[in-house]
């Protein structure tokens, strides 16, 4: 019986084209799009060395107050800024070879990019953008204290745009996997599927297993196929295949748990939706699938705590450079995920079938 439920529902989920669209497709447009825009900014930007940059400030502005934190900030970044005053920004760039200038105006700024250099200058926008989030969070009593947190991890290579927006929104997709069972889930409900469960000889585990493994197994399967066509239409290189495959694998079996935890205890598809949602979009706000990690001025134990980022970091890190610290962390995360939403939902189906009995 149940191999049976398995097979069924495996093949139901497998048949369903909004599933081949949401998990195979969506990735790769996604990528593709990511993959453009930010083409410039991540081409070697390890390598582009450090940049020297100037700058003038409005007398009596706030920007005053912040010049020594851009300073040091600027250093963390390998960006020089020096101070001209006297002349026109586009004549002190010629005259000085500056990678671009920054006019410090009352309440705003303006950047000058050198259109010979369009990887400093996309570098300095996003410094700039960086900086004054800093500065507007921690406030003018504590501007001196602005520091910015940019990773330059030892033994990792340069990442180029192709390989990390093709891997971490195929991550990112998986970690919705719930969509994947929603249709099943949804007429188990309508039609009374479930009272019929209710006077087989399933236990309740069995009963779980028999969404959970299908479920898991066609997102896995999905999973692959994003990833293969990333890997045919950008050239997306996703290192170790073994490593790469057992981290989908245990990942797809954490999202799949995840998304039938909440389903057990709201009982309702729509919530279970928009909690998934909300839940993998905070995940990827602070684990590098919008904003990419390196990069990124969020607090580390918030980066830390979002499974997204350790998956993301081990799998673009092994892609990038053959190895990484962070797959056993994704790995053993993604499996007590697995575990502990899995306990709760049979712990869940269990009671409320017992209040049906």
Known sequence: MIRYLIKNNAKLMGRSWVNVLLFAICPVIVS????????????NYKERGEMR???SIESGSIWETAEEALKISGEQADIDFVRFDEEEPEEMISKNELSGFVKFES??????RVSEKPTQGAALEYFMSAFCDHMTNSGSDSVDDIKLNIEHPAFLKAVDSKDYYGIVFVLYYAWCAIIC?????????????????AVSALNDLQLYLGRFVPLAIVVFFGTIGAAILNAICFGTNWGNILYAGVLFLVMTAAASALGLMFQSITDNMIITVILTFSLVWIAGFFGGSFETYMFSDRPQILKELSPIYHCNRAMVEQAASGRTNYIPSAILYCAAIAVVCSLISVAANSIRRRGRA
Request: charged content about 25%.
């Open 32 to 43: 593709a799009v990511l993959i453009s825009a930010f083409s410039e900014l991540m081409e």
């Open 53 to 55: 940059c100037g700058y």
């Open 107 to 112: 309440g705003k700024y303006k950047i000058y």
């Open 181 to 197: 069972a929603s249709g099943i889930l949804t007429s188990e409900k309508k039609y009374g599927i479930r009272r019929r469960y």
